[in-house]
């Protein structure tokens, strides 16, 4: 089959395959006429590609130290400069990438799915599971994110896996009740009506027609909300709670570098930078998906 | 004339480029009760609310004419738009759940109305509004007038809006679909009312709606519109008179209780009806 | 075939339906006339499961009807919903609306069933990979015709079925149901505000009024005016007034 504009755009297609991507091919048509977005898009997909190709694109070895050469200025040889112990802040960049952004992933992967199912059930069960459910959502909702993560992480060995358990145990709950608001609208119309008329089960009707349809303002939340995690994960990176050294993280590497803030000033603001950009490309991005997906918004 | 519309077109931009949903419409109405009847995307809401200019910013409004008391409507600044809308046109709409402050007592939404036409005090305009209400045929305005809308029903709801609408003094009131939400014994008393107010404070009225024979009871005149274009004008006696097949159409495909029919006939849209 | 006797429903403490007896024999239709908030649209939601706060006897085909529904139930009884933008699943295709039934009670044959729906709806094949929002509103009723005859039930409820609809598509959807009562031999209980649309499809009427079922009549005798309760004579009244000009111009164009 071949893949044209015409059969993507077709009033009449003639497969399921094809009605899927030619709704896809809409969206996408939608989300390419928000520059803001597309820029957004852009830049976090580059961020994830340059952490991915590191090992390819680092001129040095993160690790290894060169004490005679250390706080350099960007040159030829260390583009972004050296850090206080004389490693390539450039390289220690691209591999932090994969640290930072790599929680990222992982805490969304954690999260989405857990409120997603949380939300739909407490929302379609309703009576005493939802009950049960929202409170305890509401249990993790009082406590200060960063704070409660602090907790955790002390509690356990600092470390990567602890600071994503940590992130994903205080990010949960918002999705919940996002998922759970959308399911309990969705549950009164005619269209669920008709569903549960047809003798379907729970489990069908939530898995199969509510969660596909709270998924789109759950993965803008997300989106949204990416940035919040890489200042979070930043975060507990600066207090010495997230990646340990000599890991590469952003945010640890800040923490290491903060002394030179007035003297070397890039070292520590090199990889402000990154986090700034990769949280401002994520919040444009999820911008963006909103306009495209948000089901309030089409007819 | 009260409004003058003179070979009205307005287009929608859309990605494969303008989308005309109103194609040439002209019509009059001076102080009297003129009917837009059509289906849904007949461009009848669209073509009322040129008028006013309530359109969505993608919409593109082209017109020989188009005059509100002889008023440019195209050419007026924003500022003579405010001096028309709500004080001398008044718009009542489909659904007065939507309409209505939801957190606002009608009395006081009534009240709020009059006083930005009229100025003078609360007090004053608080009665101002309990009269209106009493003028909309509320047995028991002093009460309405402290309730919330949730707490109203759909035809006092409706009533409340039309006092609303009514506090400026307005010249003419263009009422989109005002009864399609409510049962028909309410619809027949609000219908009623419009009428009443329209020929007592000699006002001109622009009914919308989609049930022809509703119009016909209703109003002096009625405009047939479809696909954007008004095909028949005719005096809602002549009806029974109308020429064009797609108003034939419209008036035989109803069921009707006094004449059974065991097949209603299916109105056969003919492509001619689209030139102009 | 469907039976019912001293219903009441409750929505929290409110009862809304007080205690109404109806029969539909086999085939046959019966009309719900009121208005809203009358406990219409309540008594066939009663009856189709959606709302279990009840009370009274249901029966089908002379079997009592517990609160909970078995998926044989959903076999032989299934809903028509009033707004047809509102009844179909924003991002379902036509194809996996009308699959899902199937998918459900375990039906073979999906595609051949799928297209023999669709032409038994007069609807083009053409359309049975598209999304509701590519459909316009009659499309959309039939879809949701289709979908609730998947199963092939033997009794329809209707809620509205054309109340949202313009008039020459409300004309096709009824001649619709009609035809497809009398190719199926299907029992209709049917809701709706517009005593013409009841009275076009149902021999007998019952008239709502206040939760309260105030008169049961032939659709000859409401047609003739030999109504009791005074509601069904407003009622009936309102109808004729507006028929006059109608009829009138109907008689001129024949």
Redesign the interface.
């Given at each position: 089959m071949i893949v044209t504009r015409d059969w993507l755009l077709t009033?009449?297609?003639?497969?399921?395959g094809?009605?899927a991507w030619g709704?896809r091919y809409r969206l996408w048509l939608q989300f390419r006429r928000n520059p803001l977005a597309m820029a957004g898009l852009i830049v976090a997909l580059s961020l994830i590609v340059l952490s991915l190709l590191a090992p390819v694109l680092a001129t040095h070895d993160p690790g290894v130290q060169e004490l005679s050469n250390r706080l350099a200025r960007p040159s030829v040889a260390h583009w972004f400069g050296t850090d206080e112990l004389g490693r390539d802040v450039y390289s220690r960049l691209l591999y932090g990438g994969r640290i930072t952004l790599g929680m990222v992933v992982a805490v969304v992967l954690l999260v989405a799915p857990l409120g997603l199912a949380v939300g739909c059930v407490a929302g379609y069960a309703g009576g005493i599971w939802d009950r049960l459910l929202m409170r305890v959502t509401d249990v993790f909702l009082a406590f200060p994110r960063l704070i409660l993560a602090l907790a955790f992480v002390a509690a356990l060995r600092p470390g990567v896996t602890s600071a994503v358990a940590a992130i994903a145990l205080t990010a949960w709950p918002p999705y919940a009740r996002l998922a759970r608001a959308e399911t309990l609208s969705l549950r009164r119309?005619?269209?669920i009506?008709?569903?549960?008329?047809?003798?379907?089960g729970a489990g069908?009707i939530v898995l199969r027609?509510v969660a596909?349809?709270c998924l789109p303002s759950l993965i803008v939340r997300v989106t949204l909300d990416m940035s919040s995690i890489i200042l979070t994960a930043a975060g507990l990176g600066f207090l010495g709670m997230g990646a340990q050294p000599p890991s590469p993280e952003w945010g640890a590497m800040i923490a290491t570098a903060r002394r030179f803030i007035l003297e070397q000033w890039w070292v520590p603001t090199i990889p402000g930078l990154a986090i700034f950009i990769a949280s401002l490309a994520f919040n444009l991005l999820g911008d963006g998906l909103r306009d495209v997906l948000d089901?309030k918004q089409?007819? | 004339m009260l409004v003058e519309i003179k070979n009205l077109r307005i287009a929608f931009s859309t990605p494969t480029g303008w989308a005309e949903a109103v194609r040439g419409v002209s019509l009059t109405l001076g102080k009297e009760k003129l009917g837009i009847v059509g289906?849904?995307g007949s461009g009848k809401s669209l073509t009322a609310r040129s008028l006013l200019r309530l359109l969505p910013g993608n919409a593109r409004v082209q017109a020989d004419r188009l005059a509100f008391d002889g008023i440019d409507v195209l050419a007026a600044s924003e500022r003579q738009m405010r001096a028309i809308r709500g004080k001398r046109a008044g718009l009542i709409l489909q659904d007065p759940k939507y309409s209505l402050n939801p957190v606002m007592t009608a009395g006081d939404q009534v009240a709020e109305a009059w006083r930005a036409h009229k100025g003078g005090s609360k007090r004053a305009a608080a009665q101002a509004a309990v009269d209106l209400l009493a003028q909309v045929l509320i047995r028991d305005p002093a009460r309405v007038a402290g309730s919330y809308p949730h707490e109203l029903s759909?035809g006092m709801g409706q009533r409340v809006m039309i006092a609303m609408m009514l506090a400026p003094d307005p010249e003419l009131l263009i009422a989109d679909e005002p009864t399609s939400a409510l049962?028909?014994?309410?619809q027949?008393e609000i219908l009623r009312l419009m009428e009443d107010l329209v020929s007592r404070r000699g006002m001109g009225l622009l009914l919308i709606s989609?049930?022809?024979?509703?119009v016909?009871?209703f109003c002096d005149r009625v405009a047939v519109m479809y696909a954007g274009r008004v095909v028949e004008e005719l005096q809602?006696g002549e009806?029974?008179?109308?020429r064009h097949p797609y108003t034939?159409?419209?008036?035989?495909?109803?069921?009707?209780?006094?004449?059974?029919?065991?097949?209603?006939?299916?109105?056969v849209r003919d492509p001619a009806w689209l030139a102009p | 075939m469907i039976a019912i006797d001293g219903l009441r429903v409750r929505f929290g403490p409110n009862e809304v339906v007080h205690g109404i007896s109806l029969d539909v024999p086999r085939g046959s239709s019966f009309g719900l006339v009121g208005?809203?908030g009358s406990g219409k649209s309540t008594i066939l939601r009663a009856f189709?499961?959606?709302n279990p706060d009840w009370t009274g006897k249901m029966r089908l085909d002379n079997v009592p009807l517990d609160r909970k529904?078995?998926?044989a139930?959903?076999?032989r009884?299934?809903?028509v919903?009033?707004?047809p933008y509102?009844?179909?699943?924003?991002?379902?295709?036509v194809?996996?609306a009308l699959s899902?039934?199937l998918i459900?009670?375990g039906l073979q044959d999906r595609d051949a069933r799928i297209a023999q729906a669709l032409s038994d709806v007069a609807l083009p094949n053409?359309?049975r990979?598209?999304?509701p929002?590519?459909l316009s509103?009659g499309q959309r009723q039939r879809v949701?015709i289709a979908?609730a005859l998947m199963?092939e039930p033997n009794v329809l409820l209707l809620d509205e079925p054309t109340s949202a609809l313009?008039?020459?598509v409300?004309?096709?959807v009824?001649?619709l149901l009609?035809d497809l009562q009398q190719r199926r031999g299907l029992t209709y209980l049917l809701v709706s505000?517009n005593?013409?649309?009841v009275?076009?499809l149902c021999p007998i009427i019952g008239v709502m009024q206040g939760g309260d079922l105030v008169e049961t009549l032939s659709?000859d005798d409401?047609?003739a005016g030999r109504v009791h309760h005074s509601h069904t004579a407003?009622?009936?009244a309102?109808?004729?007034?507006?028929?006059d000009?109608?009829?009138?111009?109907?008689?001129?164009?024949a």
């Open positions: 009033e009449t297609p003639a497969s399921r094809q009605a709704r119309t005619d269209f009506a008709a569903v549960r008329l047809t003798g379907a069908r027609h596909p349809l089901p089409d007819g | 289906e849904s759909g049962d028909a014994t309410v027949a989609h049930d022809l024979p509703l016909g009871h809602a009806l029974t008179h109308a034939r159409g419209l008036l035989n495909c109803m069921p009707r209780l006094s004449h059974p029919e065991a097949r209603l006939p299916v109105m | 208005e809203s189709s499961g959606l529904r078995d998926r139930f959903f076999r009884v299934q809903m919903f009033q707004d509102g009844s179909l699943h924003p991002r379902q295709t194809d996996r899902e039934p459900v009670h053409s359309v990979f598209r999304y929002h590519q509103g949701a979908r199963a313009d008039v020459s409300q004309a096709e009824l001649n009609r505000h005593l013409a649309v009275a076009h659709t409401l047609r407003q009622l009936r309102l109808t004729v007034e507006l028929e000009g109608g009829e009138a111009a109907a008689r001129a164009s």
